[in-house]
């Protein structure tokens, strides 16, 4: 039984950044993994 990777990304008014992040979790190897995406404040 394969390990599963959890990926936690809270996001916070950085757009760029966070497109940045999801393209350096969908290019790893590894592909057991599940990304968990948190409104960290945000209103809108």
Avoid: C, W
Avoid at 11 to 18: G, K, R, Y
Avoid at 20 to 33: G, L, R, V
Wanted: hydrophobic share 45%.
């Amino acid at each position: 039984m394969s390990s599963i990777f959890t990926v936690h990304i809270d996001v916070f008014f950085n757009l760029p950044l966070f497109r940045e992040a999801i393209k350096s979790i969908q290019d790893q190897t590894y592909q057991n993994m599940e990304i968990i995406i948190s409104n960290n404040g945000a209103d809108q």
